[in-house]
Every structure is written in structure tokens, then in C-alpha cells.
């Protein structure tokens, strides 16, 4: 018999990200990215993969027809103060589980090496804010410190739709309400939460991930009848995030939308984690304040990924990072190894990295010139 407790007791005490509960395999805990056995006398059995689903869906109704309906479930679980974000899906026809840990602190928007010009864009009264990243980029980390930030110095109604809610948050000078998306839950899907929000006179709305074309839409128009929208998406850089907005909706519908998200999108962070050469996680960020040459390249009928690359190179007075900029900076601080910075960018930008180290090594002696 399986003993969930230990396992998750383990987790924590190990400082784990995550752990994977396979069929056939040992117990798996991510710890500072690497994958490391759970010491356990045998693998995990079909037996044990069942009497693990049962302990996560507890009998709840609405969560096992939605499992074996869509043969998925997302979910969210307390143990011991810790909140779980839990995806249960089918492998050879067996459940098969990954869990997030989520601690119960979340660290300073100041610590986290975020840029202060996302914090400041959060004043803005109406338009689109995004953080995107890939899977395991801190995405939601980022997204939720935004909320913490915003709700300990604004006087805002914030709305936050999650799936699940990983960060519980508690209204402090503003006034925030967390919905948790999904069947048997506040709202069935991401875009009904969205268009009903217009409805819940809040000031800033959070949607934890803009999935497809309806909710999409439905965000544009919440940031168009004059609310500030914050969301996520599943992107690896602002470039494509952008492609990535445009490509939700048809050919024939592609030039009206490039006209809209130009007007409305103030800001996109796109973050990478990276190990750092303590064994750390360290964020390296690529940051696009959009302006009027930005909304230009948007609008175009063909967008450039050089273009708006080059043109995040020429905004940086703005508050814009480039994400050569953001590497070379943390290789020239000692934090990344030069190998590390230069498996980050495609071959063709090897020579601008190396041209930028060198500019701000030379910054930076002139600096401390100027200290002594």
C-alpha cells in the first residue's frame, strides 16, 4: 500500500517543485530541475495508481465524471498548508499524476528579478498586460506577485480567473476575487468568466491562461470597454507571442485584430528559468513595451520576428529588454556560464552576444571607475 503522505511529506522537506506518479516507476520529485528517485522498496502498481486517484478526487462527483468524460482533470489540493495544483491523466489506460507544490509564501515581486517597468504598467487604467513563458518558466509566480504588488498598493477590485487557484490571496487594499474555472466549479469555462466580468465592475482582471480564440476575444473586449486585462500565455518570446494573438483568429478577421491588440497591448514579459551557476533558478526576462513603432510592426499585414526583435533593441529607454541583453547582463554578473548564455539564442545572434558582453564589461569598468 502506497503512502501518499510520506511521498508529499518528502516533497516538501526536499524542497521540491513538483512529483510524478507513473505506473511502473518509483516516485519522482523535481528538485531544482533534476528528477530524483523517491527511495521506495518497488515501483508504483496499477493497484496504486487507482488508490492514488482516489485519494485526489475524494468521491467528488462532478471530478470523476469530468475524468473519465475527458480522460483529464485538473485540480487543486491542501496538504498540511500546502496548496497542489494536480493533473491526473491515463497512460496505457492507468491514471497517471503530476503535481505542482506551491509554497505557501510567495516571494517579493522585488526578488524574483522581474523588471520594475512590469510592476509600473500596472498602473496603467485600461489595456493588455501579458506574462508568458514556456512550462516551469514561473509564470504564475510572476503573475501572482503582480497581484500581491497590486493588491498591497492599489485600490483596485481585482478578479482572478485560475484553474485551479494555486495562491490563495487576502484583500488588503484592494479587493480581490479568485474564481477557480472549470466544470463543478465558480465558472465553466475561462471566456464565460471573462465576459461576465464586465458585469462585476472590477478594475483589473487576471485570466490565469488565455487558451484559444473565444477567450481571447473576450479579453480584448474587457480591455476595450476600459478595464486593465492581465493574462498569460503559452509563448517562448514577445514575437511570438504576438503571432501566437493573431493566429487565434481566422485569415479574414487577421487585419481587424492586428489594429485592435496594437491600440490595447501595453505589455509583454516572456521569462525563461534558467540554473544558475550557484545551482539556483535565476530568471532571465525579455521585455516589450509597445509604443508607437511596436503597434507599426503589429499593424503590418506581415509581422516581422526581426523587426520587433530589433525594435525591443531600440526601446530601451522605454523600460524594453532585450533577451540578448537580459543574457549577456547575467553572464557579465558571473551568475550564467557563457555556454548557458549561448544556448539561449539561435546561432545566427552568437556574434551580437558576444558584441553586447563586451559593451557592458566596458560599462561596467568605466562604473566602477567612477565609484572608486
Known amino acids: 500500500m502506497i503512502d501518499i503522505n510520506k511521498i508529499l511529506n518528502t516533497a516538501i522537506e526536499k524542497d521540491a517543485s513538483d512529483v510524478h506518479l ?24 496499477e493497484d496504486d495508481m487507482y488508490e492514488i486517484y482516489d485519494y485526489f478526487v475524494r468521491g467528488n ?18 496538504f498540511e498548508d500546502i496548496r497542489l495544483r494536480v493533473n491526473i491523466s491515463l497512460t496505457n489506460e492507468v491514471p497517471t499524476l503530476t503535481m505542482r507544490l506551491i509554497k505557501n509564501e510567495l516571494p517579493k515581486y522585488e526578488d524574483l528579478g522581474v523588471p520594475d517597468i512590469v510592476r509600473r504598467m500596472t ?31 492599489q485600490n483596485k477590485k481585482i478578479l482572478t480567473l485560475e484553474n485551479p487557484v494555486e495562491y490563495k490571496h487576502t484583500s488588503k487594499k484592494s479587493v480581490i476575487v479568485q474564481k477557480e474555472i472549470g466544470p463543478g466549479r465558480d465558472c465553466l469555462t475561462f471566456s ?29 473586449e474587457t ?16 514575437a511570438e507571442t ?80 532585450g533577451l540578448i541583453n537580459s543574457i549577456a547582463e547575467l553572464f557579465v554578473d558571473d551568475v550564467l556560464t557563457l555556454e548557458q548564455a549561448k544556448a539561449q539564442i539561435e546561432e545566427k545572434n552568437i556574434e551580437t552576444l558576444n558584441r553586447t558582453i563586451m ?11 567612477l565609484n572608486q
Open 242 to 321: 504576438i503571432d501566437r494573438m493573431v493566429n487565434f483568429y481566422e485569415i479574414r478577421d487577421q487585419q481587424t485584430v492586428k489594429y485592435l491588440i496594437s491600440s490595447l497591448l501595453k505589455l509583454v514579459i516572456s521569462q525563461r528559468l534558467l540554473p544558475s551557476k550557484k545551482g539556483d533558478l535565476v530568471l532571465v526576462p525579455e521585455v516589450m513595451v509597445v509604443d508607437n513603432t511596436v503597434s507599426g510592426i503589429i499593424r503590418k499585414e506581415k509581422i516581422s520576428v526581426s523587426e520587433i526583435e530589433d525594435a525591443i533593441q531600440s526601446n530601451l529607454e522605454k523600460g524594453s529588454i
Open 223 to 238: 480591455a476595450e470597454s476600459g478595464h486593465l486585462v492581465i493574462g498569460t500565455l503559452h509563448t517562448k518570446s514577445c
Open 192 to 220: 464565460d468568466g471573462v465576459k461576465n466580468s464586465l458585469r462585476e465592475d472590477c478594475d483589473i482582471l487576471v485570466i490565469g491562461e488565455i487558451r484559444d480564440r473565444e477567450t481571447m476575444e473576450a479579453a480584448i
Open 123 to 153: 498602473y496603467q487604467p485600461q489595456g493588455l498586460i501579458l506574462v508568458t513563458g514556456k512550462t516551469n518558466s514561473g509564470k504564475t509566480t510572476t503573475l501572482n506577485a503582480l497581484i500581491n504588488e497590486i493588491n498591497e498598493n
Open 61 to 78: 462527483v462532478d471530478k470523476d465524471r469530468v475524468f473519465k468524460e475527458t480522460k483529464k482533470l485538473d485540480t487543486s489540493f491542501e
Open 359 to 369: 559593451q557592458l564589461k566596458i560599462r561596467k569598468e568605466k562604473d566602477n571607475k
Open 22 to 45: 507513473i505506473c511502473g516507476l518509483k516516485p519522482m520529485l523535481r528538485i531544482r530541475r533534476d528528477l530524483i528517485e523517491y527511495e521506495c522498496p518497488s515501483p508504483l502498481t
